[in-house]
């Protein structure tokens, strides 16, 4: 396959930037031609696309477009030492020199690297490389800066990666099967004491240690580790052929099992493409009205195709007001955030008067996109109980809304704290490392919205806490919501 480089100037392909350059530059060419030089315009025609031509032969030569890569050999090809310091250094000067470092030490990173430099071997494969530099792009505390296995490695696993093979989650600091094996004499419900000889509690900070979060606040790479844990293990502890699994109950009972690796497609993405994989439908938004309250899920803050938000939101709260509904609940749980303007449009139907979205001066391009614009009362504004459902994986955009909430007592939250708080780092850039074909996703920029009081390391706090366990997770049980509906005394 042929692994593209990523533009450092738009989040597209190179191939893609150059094609679009030629396109808009011909039609400036076409211009000038039709009007000065008519008689030659098809000659001079034929050697500019000649030029191009040639440039784009040579950009696919020295690798400026990227690179052909074998896929059936990628999970074991073998790396130079030099290949490896030299994407170790692309990595370095991407994170210390574009990303803001919000919440990260430069010092402290620039130790890690140097640590990482004398650790690299002569002839490791990609996933070894990315298992020893991982932990510093996470140690740069920023959510929106992930590094991920290359494209040719992801297609690779279709026929070579063997996952553990039940699924599993993180409830408190405890490992759940979430699904049973008869045979194996495996329960759903069960606790993980230990597999292939690694602890829990060691399998656990090995995870949490290669998942991206803002800062110190551990609920955004707990939430992905609960919703993505054979995807993270494989990647960062164990991905042998079976797999020796202590475990035990309620009861007290402890038994040891071996279960045998098993390929799944929902266990091979990459650690960027996690957070998208429930909305693949493009379903973002949806509201339902109940005899006397409705609910409004937004499930990422992004414009569905065919449905613009702000007209969904103006048709569903008119309903609202016309059917004299006084109690909502908004649940963002799940919802890692999104676009400003789309939380703004949700915010200026919960508000009376114009408040501000953002505290700082942004680029001119964020101004002219309505970015720095307060928010300002909708025209139908809903003036009942408001609770908020959060959780772990309110990150960005989604982090950003719970505070302006709560800053300004538009509603109660209830759920568990986010996985962000009031700032966070983003307008990311993409690229992709020379040799290993590493992606890595990172921020260059910091959002803050305006409010006060609340700490720049902490989620956001949730005003009535309360989380599922594995009883309630295993039951279906939605205990968020039973106490949403309590606090509105509507059970």
């Known amino acids: ?132 530099v991982n932990p510093i792009t996470v140690a740069v505390g920023c959510g929106h800066t992930n590094l991920s296995v290359s494209e040719a490695l992801i297609e690779n696993r279709k026929d070579t990666a063997q996952y553990f093979p039940l699924r599993v989650t993180l409830v408190d600091d405890q490992l759940y099967f979430l699904e049973g094996d008869i045979e194996c004499g495996v329960n759903a419900g ?60 309620d009861k007290a009972d402890i038994k040891k099992v071996i279960l045998h690796a098993k390929y799944k497609e929902e266990f091979n993405k990459s650690a960027w493409d996690l957070h998208f994989t429930g909305f693949e439908d493009g379903n973002y938004y949806e509201g339902s009205i109940e005899d006397d309250y409705a609910v409004l899920k ?70 002219v996109a309505g970015y720095t614009k307060p928010v300002t009362p909708a025209d139908t504004t809903f003036d009942g109980d408001v609770v908020v459902l959060t959780d772990g994986a309110g990150f960005s955009t989604t982090a950003h809304f719970c505070a302006l909430v709560k800053h300004h007592n538009l509603g109660t939250l209830v759920g568990s704290e986010t996985g962000a708080t009031y700032v966070c780092t983003d307008s990311s850039k993409d690229t992709v490392l020379n040799n290993t074909r590493l992606r890595l996703h990172y921020s260059t920029l910091a959002y803050r919205v305006a409010v006060d009081g609340m700490s720049e390391h902490e989620g956001v706090k949730p005003d009535i806490r309360i989380a599922p366990t594995i009883e309630d997770i295993l039951n279906d049980r939605d205990v968020q919501m039973e106490a ?8």
């Open 484 to 491: 949403a509906l309590q606090f509105l005394k509507l059970r």
């Open 298 to 367: 937004v499930s990422l803050f992004m414009q569905e195709e065919g449905v613009k938000f702000a007209d969904y939101l103006e048709e569903f709260f008119s309903k609202l007001k016309g059917k004299s509904i006084s109690k909502l609940i908004i649940d963002v749980r799940g919802n890692y955030g999104g676009t400003p303007i789309i939380a703004k449009a949700l915010l200026s139907h919960l508000v009376n008067e114009e408040i501000e979205y953002f505290q700082d001066e942004l680029p001119l391009l964020h101004k």
């Open 1 to 132: 396959m042929f692994s593209t480089n990523k533009s450092g100037l738009i989040p597209i392909d190179t191939p893609v930037l150059f094609g679009l350059t030629f396109l808009l530059l011909t039609m400036a060419l076409l211009v000038i031609l039709t009007k000065k030089f008519r008689g030659n315009r098809i000659k001079m025609l034929g050697l500019w696309s000649l030029a191009w031509l040639v440039l784009a032969a040579a950009f696919l030569g020295t690798g400026v477009f990227g690179r052909v890569v074998d896929v059936s050999t990628i999970n074991t090809k073998t790396y130079t030492m030099k290949e490896l310091t030299e994407d170790l250094g692309q990595l370095e000067k991407c994170l210390l020199e574009e990303n803001p470092l919000y919440f990260a030490d430069k010092n402290e990173l620039k130790q890690l690297f140097l640590s990482a430099y004398g650790e690299i071997k002569d002839g490791m494969t990609e996933l070894e490389f990315y298992r020893l």
């Open 190 to 249: 069960d606790k993980i004491l230990s597999i292939n000889g690694k602890a829990d509690d060691e399998i656990i900070n090995t995870l949490i240690g290669n998942v991206s979060g803002d800062s110190y606040n551990e609920q955004k790479p707990r939430y992905i580790i609960s919703k993505h844990f054979n995807n993270k293990f494989y990647d960062f502890v164990d991905n042998t052929g079976s797999f020796a699994v202590e475990i035990g109950n």
